[in-house]
């Protein structure tokens, strides 16, 4: 599972024209995130991919704990 991770991050982490890579880095920017972090937070995922991750997300978190984990660390509560 974690190759098909490291898989994904890669494509997400590619292409983007000037426009892309600028709204990225304000993405970035306005939660703290490192720069240099490999995965693109403002990608638009397909349906298949969307999917994938909510699976490996509902495995990981059965319990949905990565919501609550989000909710106390954000201080918008992670909105």
Do not use: C, K, N
Request: proline share 6%; charged share 30%.
């Amino acid at each position: 599972m974690t190759r098909r991770i490291t898989v994904l991050a890669a494509r997400l982490a590619s292409g983007g024209g000037p426009l892309a890579r600028r709204r990225e880095r304000a993405a970035r920017a306005a939660i703290g995130m490192p720069a240099r972090h490999p995965e693109r937070i403002t990608a638009e995922l397909g349906r298949r991919q969307e999917e994938w991750l909510a699976a490996v997300a509902a495995r990981l978190w059965p319990q949905d704990e990565y919501a609550q984990i989000v909710r106390d660390t954000r201080p918008d509560g992670g909105l």
